[in-house]
């Protein structure tokens, strides 16, 4: 095999383009303060590594050519380039950039929220986007905030069963909790409990119907959304949603309720299944919810409607 230097020789078209290359690469004003701060670099070692100059020239340092993670234009996507000089030899290094550190703090706040079938308003919900035009409605956004800090401080609380009819932004109050605790770095599941229900069904068949409730049970915080909606089976209360509850009480763990019935209404829910009326099991169901959270009525008009 012939030498580089041969091959060079008997192609001086493309020692001119390297020779150009170089020059263009040494011309720059980020090489140039490299050089300056390291005058023990030798054109020997300019020529062994002029390839690393070069993918160091072409990038953007700090951000400075990039508007976010996603236009990224750098060899390693978010990371900034560094020149070092080490065994007589230039090399590169990287290091995370703002942008990248901005989109891993963002995908990190993503994890606070785990959502089962939850609409991507309820997801973007805020406290400080809840209407508060009845007295009402404020001392549910004051509690709500209350909790959400008596949480992050780990202090004991029970959550929040808010009722009322539809539409009135009972789900977006849960929404809005959810991503006040996100901010304060707490976890939380979400779900819209029938269809949790029939996703657990699913599990039978693939046998992940233990880990999936065992995963809702366990979690920091919990928030059941539309409860008193699903198609209520005596497996639903006595297999589910009872031990559910029950274990969330016995280890005192924040759970949050929107429903559209009142306590009076929920207890009839749970008394009547196709087993016919079993007013001791809707007794004990209430018990164990009136032990987790405090009762919050929301009136007002069908903002779905308005």
């Known amino acids: 095999m012939k030498p580089f230097s041969a091959f060079l020789k008997e192609n001086p078209g493309l020692q001119a383009r390297i020779d150009q290359v170089k020059q263009e690469t040494l011309n720059d004003d980020e090489i140039r303060a490299f050089l300056m701060e390291h005058p023990d670099v030798t054109d020997e070692m300019i020529d062994k590594d002029l390839s690393i100059l070069q993918e160091y020239k072409d990038q953007s340092k700090m951000c400075g050519r990039c508007q976010s993670y996603g236009t990224c234009i750098n060899f390693v996507k978010g990371h900034t380039p560094m020149l070092y000089v080490e065994d007589k030899r230039i090399k590169i290094a990287y290091s995370p950039c703002p942008n990248k550190k901005v989109y891993d703090e963002e995908l990190k706040m993503k994890e606070y929220v785990t959502a089962m079938h939850v609409p991507y308003e309820i997801l973007n919900a805020k406290i400080d986007a809840v209407d508060l035009e009845t007295s009402e409605r404020l001392n549910i956004v004051r509690q709500a905030i209350q909790i959400c800090n008596d949480i992050a401080a780990g202090k004991p609380t029970k959550g929040m069963y808010i009722h009322g009819s539809f539409g009135t932004g009972k789900s977006f109050i849960l929404g809005a909790i959810a991503n006040q605790l996100k901010e304060k770095h707490v976890y939380t599941t979400i779900f819209y409990v029938p269809e949790f229900i029939r996703e657990l069904k699913s599990g039978f068949n693939d046998n992940t119907f233990e880990q999936k409730l065992d995963r809702v049970k366990k979690s920091p915080v919990l928030m059941l959304d ?78 779905r409607r308005s």
Request: aromatic residues 10%; negative net charge; glycine residues 6%.
């Open 226 to 303: 539309d409860i008193g909606a699903e198609d209520l089976t005596p497996w639903v209360r006595d297999e589910v949603l009872g031990p559910l509850l029950h274990h969330r009480m016995m280890n005192q763990l924040p759970t949050f309720f929107s429903s559209n019935f009142n306590l009076e209404e929920l207890e009839h829910h749970f008394a009547n299944t196709r087993n016919g009326v079993e007013k001791t099991k809707a007794l004990r169901m209430m018990e164990r919810l009136y032990a987790l959270a405090n009762v919050y009525q929301l009136s007002g008009k069908n903002y």
